[in-house]
């Protein structure tokens, strides 16, 4: 494999000799990123709180949509790789930027470990020999990470091109359950409005902190900007478009399986997108079942595409080991992917012990709050840059600002001081580097 060296900034010379990705496939990054195997049991997760969780999807969509506009208009001044990261450096210098992307990072590879986890789950439901042992399921979920990883180290392009593929496909069952609902459901079924009796403020609040997690991505469009064509005008509506797809998919669907799901059986589904098809017969549970392994399959897809982003911006300033900086002939960040994926690999070991599952989770919902930590920095850098230009932007930062830091604080005090802890943690990281690299 032929390998190249990327001189400091130098974003735009190495790109020239393949093709760049273009809106639908930058689109596609954000959407399938977004996209995972939580949607599939939202709707039984949110049954108890009424219809007035449909208040709380509008209010994080919104959110999401405000987000992605900020985003975007950050994308607008900048044609280098590393989405947060570089906003961050350009508003606040280098320290900031490098945590801000360190925990960005740690956050993707403990995505791409989890969410592989989840795909031999289901996986297993219709293969019950994956579930014979955990080396079984450690090897089938690693086999799913390098598959896709080959994929990813072939070229840039191979990468989104099958990320565009995986979010059609992820994409039909849902549409046909959204059909389905509004044709064979009832309204009758739809939850009244607030069975909880709560403040129609704290139910919304309760449902929104719920829905935001579903909305986790929706940046994955912003990573990549040097390899994107145009990108200071094709990211900007990439994830504005695919923030709104998302939105209405979530909304429809949501909806469409409560009108097709009683209430009562609804509330302690533990599969409802499979409960609202059996009306499909054998065909329904195919659908949903596939529409799960796709779904997670091309959440992995995206994130291992984006794994390799973070290392090679930080390579790229000199804030992480020049060799994170090397792209082979496709476009491709081939070490940094490869040393994300063998972290991920690693801790598949540790996922798949007994006894380490719930600190496993712990460790998701930090990552969790590694991704809403940027989206806030992100809206900081947004206020700066509009100090002296622009009051509206500065308005609407705010106010996204505000959202952030209410859906950060729902994660609960504990998770919020070791995820932290675990972005400090890059600390010694940063000054080996200045003094030795």
């Given amino acids: 494999m032929e390998i190249q060296v990327i001189t400091l900034n130098d974003n735009s010379n190495i790109h020239a000799n393949k093709k760049k990705i273009g809106f639908w496939k930058c689109w596609s990054i954000s959407v399938g990123v977004m996209i995972g195997s939580g949607v599939f049991l939202l709707p039984s997760v949110l049954a108890p709180f009424g219809s007035v969780s449909f208040l709380g999807w509008l209010v994080t969509g919104s959110a999401a949509i405000l987000i992605s506009l900020i985003l975007g208009r950050l994308s607008?001044?900048?044609?280098?790789?590393?989405?947060?990261?570089?906003?961050?450096q350009d508003a606040f210098g280098d320290l900031p930027a490098f945590l801000i992307a360190w925990g960005y990072w740690l956050a993707i590879v403990f995505s791409i470990t989890a969410i592989s986890t989840a795909f031999v789950g289901y996986l297993g439901s219709i293969i019950p020999q994956i579930?014979?042992?955990?080396?079984?399921?450690?090897f089938t979920a690693s086999a799913l990470i390098w598959t896709f990883?080959?994929?990813?180290?072939?070229?840039?392009?191979?990468?989104?091109?099958?990320?565009?593929?995986?979010?059609?496909?992820?994409?039909?069952?849902?549409?046909?359950i959204i059909f389905l609902g509004f044709i064979s459901g009832s309204v009758d079924n739809i939850p009244e409005f607030n069975p909880q009796?709560?403040?129609?403020?704290?139910?919304?609040?309760?449902t929104a902190l719920l829905t935001m997690?579903?909305?986790?991505?929706?940046?994955?469009?912003?990573?990549?900007a040097a390899d994107i064509s145009n990108p200071k005008k094709t990211i900007p509506k990439a994830i504005l478009a695919g923030t709104i797809t998302v939105t209405f998919v979530y909304i429809f669907a949501t909806a469409s399986v409560m009108m097709l799901v009683p209430i009562e059986v609804l509330k302690y589904s533990e599969a409802p997108f499979l409960d609202a098809a059996s009306s499909l017969g054998w065909l329904g549970g195919i659908l949903i079942t596939f529409g799960v392994l796709i779904s997670t399959a091309g959440s992995?897809?995206?994130?291992?595409?984006?794994?390799?982003?973070?290392?090679?911006?930080?390579?790229?300033?000199?804030?992480?080991?020049?060799?994170?900086?090397?792209?082979?002939?496709?476009?491709?960040?081939?070490?940094?992917?490869?040393?994300?994926?063998?972290?991920?690999?690693?801790?598949l070991i540790f996922n798949y012990q007994e006894g380490l599952i719930k600190a496993f989770v712990f460790l998701?919902?930090?990552?969790t709050l590694c991704t809403l930590l940027p989206y806030a920095i992100s809206a900081m850098a947004e206020i700066k840059a509009s100090k002296k230009s622009s009051n509206l932007w500065i308005s609407l930062s705010l106010l996204a600002l505000a959202y952030i830091c209410v859906a950060m604080f729902g994660s609960g005090l504990k998770v919020i001081l070791w995820g932290l802890a675990l972005i400090l943690a890059g600390l010694p990281i940063y000054y080996l580097n200045k003094k030795y690299g």
């Fill in 131 to 138: 579930r014979s042992s955990s080396l079984m399921q450690a």
């Fill in 364 to 367: 998701i919902s930090m990552s």
């Fill in 76 to 88: 607008s001044r900048t044609n280098r790789s590393g989405g947060f990261y570089v906003y961050t």
């Fill in 213 to 224: 997690w579903a909305f986790i991505g929706l940046e994955a469009g912003t990573v990549a």
């Fill in 149 to 176: 990883a080959a994929i990813n180290i072939r070229s840039l392009n191979s990468g989104a091109k099958t990320q565009l593929v995986t979010v059609i496909l992820k994409l039909t069952p849902l549409v046909v």
């Fill in 300 to 347: 992995v897809n995206g994130n291992i595409l984006l794994s390799g982003q973070m290392p090679m911006a930080l390579a790229l300033d000199g804030l992480a080991p020049r060799i994170f900086s090397k792209k082979n002939r496709g476009g491709s960040p081939s070490v940094s992917i490869i040393f994300s994926c063998i972290v991920s690999s690693i801790l």
């Fill in 197 to 206: 009796g709560k403040s129609i403020f704290g139910a919304i609040a309760s």
